[in-house]
Structures are given as structure tokens and as C-alpha cells.
């Protein structure tokens, strides 16, 4: 009842213009022109949403990439979601019904939500987590090995991104191995004692880890401590002042290039047996301190996986190239090597930057770049013509009404 008194309200507002209504007209406008390709789309179970509800009803199929496009341009959803998995009966429920095929693996990274531009989302926020996208791309290629062209990337339209790994090898995981594997890109379980061991012999002692050649977590580990190298303060902080030493901090990086790591047992006597394990102890703690104060990202332990979505062999997920109804933006596919350099808010623009749109802001609007131009605050309960996608944007995040 209270939503609909608010849309009456809002209708009122807005000369009787109904926004989801409005938002959807503008929705066929933009896959009137634009054709989406799904991969096997006769094994893909869909969701489709409205205005309040991202999937208000699923358990659809279609039989070819020209049905659905056909039905997009003439519904307009707001929301249009598809299944990792693969089915025989897509369509079919309840879910056992469906004779489940195998899926794709999924990873969603989200932005979190600033609470001084809510209900947006900031540009470093996004900014933030298309870096830790990065790092996960490269953990899916350097750790896992799997090919460049068996991963799919997309905005989500929204707050973060989608990696879609559609390799034969993944696809009849279950829910265990596909958790087992967000579990070690998330760091869960990993002890940082397993990439070191200490040899004791008669008269020495010499403590090995991770060297240049190794892969996986142990090459990184070993990036991120040479990198520290080049910050003396740092590396006294963290590992002792025996570093502050210049003849003793170049033999000791020269040694890490080795994968010998003695040099970073601290003793003030000759040590004993039990002094050398204390020893290493006292490394390991440093290590872990030094990880979790500035380097859990780089490791990829900060990139705060929902290790949930990734395990879930039916889950539904944005379809790429869709509109996002909470934006207005495409969920936009984006290339490997052109992550770096994609900016949502001027790559995944459906909508005209040239043609004007006049609305009424309902929140203060804060300075924010949007397609390549900058605008400034806006207050609240203000009449105002601007670029057609910004006015989208607005009206999709329940910031504004639209006005003839």
C-alpha cells in the first residue's frame, strides 16, 4: 500500500507521467536498436524484473537470440537476468525438473556503499573495485591457467562487475569444488608458515620460501616483499631494525632472489634449536602483520568475493549488454586488456548526452561526472533540464521524477 500511495504521489508530481512505466518506454528505445547474442540461449533459464523487484518472475526460455531480443524491445524490463547454468528444460520447475547440464563460474565484486554520495556510487568506489576485478582476473590466469578466451567480463550496470569463466573443464563442477575455489582466491584457510622451511644443520641454518620462479601465492609474496625493499622504513617497521643495516639489507635481497630468507630471523645470541623456531615464529607474525596491514589486496585476499554467488550452480546473474534499472546503464561487456581503462559513467551510457530531459530532483544531488562533463550539486525539489542519460541515471536511483 505505501508503494503505492508514493507512486501516486509521484504521478501527481510528475503530471501524470508513471515513472516505471516511463523508464520502461525509455528501455525499448534502447533494445529497439540493440541485438544481445546469449551462448546456447536454449539451455539459459532467464529472470525478468520491474521497478521494485530485480527478478519478479523467472523459469523463462527462449529458443533463439531473435525471441529474445524481440520480447526485450517490446516489454522493456527493467531488469533482465540469466542462469550460470546450462538445462535441459530451462523452462521448466520446480528446479529438479530442469535437468540440470553443467554452468559457467561466476564471480560478483560490488562496490561498497558510500555512505556520503548514497544513493550513489562513487567513482572511487568503483574505481576501488575494478582493481580488485583486476587481481581476480589475474588469479583466474596465472594460478588457475585458464584461457583469456574462455572468460566473459561485464559492468554490472550498477556497482561492480561480473566474470563469467565459460570453460568445459569448470562446467560440470559442483557446488563444493566451485566454493573450494573462491576459498583460495579469497585466502580462506591459507597459512602463510607453508611457503617458508627452516634446515638445521651441525654449525647452520638457513630458512627457504618463495623465490622469482614460483607461481601462484608464493610469487606474489615474494613481489610484495622485494617491492618492500624500496621503502627502508617500512621494512624496519615490519621485520626489525637489523635492516637498517645497508650492507646486511643488500645481501638480504640479494638472497631473496635465492628463496633464502635466513637474513629475516632476528637473534640477539647464537641461537638453539628452539631459538630458531621461535625465530621463525617471530617472521611469520611480522609477515601476517605486514599482509593484513597493507598487502591483503595484492595477494588477493581483499577482494571480497561473495564466495555464495560463486558456489550457486543455478544462480541468475545481469545479462550482458542489458540495461540495469537501478542506472539506466548498460551492463556493459568489456574486454580483457580494456579493464583498466573503462569508466561506467562514460562507457556504458545507453542514452543521449546531447537531448535534454527535464526533471525534478527529490534528494540533494551531489558533484558528480557523468559522460564526460561535469555538473555540479543539485538541491533538492529542483526543476532542471539535463543531458537525457544523466536524467535517467537520476530517475533509475529514485533521485528525481521525470517532467513533460
Given amino acids: 500500500m505505501q508503494k503505492k500511495q508514493f507512486w501516486r504521489k509521484i504521478r501527481i508530481m510528475s503530471n501524470e507521467i508513471d515513472i516505471p512505466t516511463w523508464i520502461s518506454e525509455k528501455f525499448k528505445e534502447y533494445y529497439s536498436k540493440t541485438f544481445i547474442s546469449v551462448y546456447e540461449i536454449e539451455k539459459r533459464e532467464f529472470g525478468f524484473g520491474g521497478y521494485d523487484k530485480k527478478i519478479e518472475y523467472r523459469h523463462l526460455s527462449f529458443s533463439s537470440n531473435s525471441e529474445l531480443n524481440k520480447k526485450l524491445a517490446l516489454d522493456g524490463p527493467h531488469y533482465v537476468s540469466y542462469s550460470a547454468a546450462y538445462y535441459l528444460y530451462p523452462s521448466a520447475r520446480p528446479m529438479q525438473k530442469k535437468n540440470w547440464l553443467g554452468a559457467d563460474l561466476v564471480f560478483d565484486l560490488d562496490a561498497q556503499d558510500d555512505k556520503l554520495f548514497f544513493p550513489f556510487t562513487s567513482p572511487a568506489s568503483l574505481e576501488k573495485i575494478k582493481q580488485k576485478m583486476l587481481i581476480l582476473l589475474n588469479i583466474l590466469l596465472e594460478d588457475f591457467g585458464i584461457n583469456k578466451n574462455e572468460i566473459e567480463l561485464n559492468f554490472s550496470g550498477s556497482r561492480g562487475y561480473h566474470l563469467w569463466v565459460k570453460s568445459p573443464q569448470i562446467k560440470p563442477l559442483g557446488r563444493y569444488a566451485r566454493k573450494e575455489i573462491a576459498d583460495y582466491i579469497d585466502g580462506t584457510d591459507i597459512d602463510l608458515s607453508k611457503f617458508f622451511k627452516l634446515q638445521q644443520f651441525d654449525e647452520d641454518f638457513q630458512l627457504l620460501g618463495p623465490k622469482p620462479t614460483d607461481s601462484a601465492y608464493a610469487k606474489r609474496l615474494f613481489n610484495l616483499i622485494k617491492n618492500l625493499f624500496k621503502d627502508d622504513k617500512r621494512l624496519i617497521s615490519y621485520f626489525g631494525k637489523n635492516f637498517s643495516k645497508a650492507a646486511l639489507k643488500q645481501k638480504a635481497l640479494a638472497d631473496l632472489e635465492k628463496g633464502q630468507w635466513t637474513l629475516f630471523l632476528q ?3 647464537k641461537p638453539t634449536p628452539e631459538g630458531l623456531q621461535k625465530a621463525k615464529e617471530k617472521f611469520i607474525l611480522a609477515l601476517n602483520k605486514f599482509v593484513e596491514s ?13 564466495t555464495q554467488v560463486s558456489a550457486d550452480t543455478s544462480k541468475l546473474l545481469r545479462l550482458p549488454n542489458s540495461l540495469h534499472g537501478g542506472s539506466g ?23 543521449s548526452m546531447q537531448k535534454e530531459q527535464r526533471i525534478k530532483t527529490l534528494l540533494d544531488i551531489p558533484a558528480f561526472s557523468f559522460g564526460g562533463k561535469d555538473f555540479d550539486k543539485i538541491k533538492k525539489e529542483t526543476i532542471i533540464d539535463l543531458p537525457e542519460a544523466y536524467a535517467i541515471y537520476l530517475v533509475c536511483k529514485k533521485a528525481a521524477i521525470v517532467l513533460e
Fill in 267 to 269: 637473534f640477539d645470541r
Fill in 294 to 306: 597493507e598487502a591483503k589486496l595484492n595477494l588477493g585476499w581483499d577482494v571480497d568475493l561473495d
Fill in 329 to 351: 546503464l548498460i551492463a556493459k561487456t568489456i574486454p580483457l586488456d580494456k579493464l583498466n581503462d573503462f569508466d561506467p559513467f562514460k562507457d556504458a551510457l545507453a542514452f
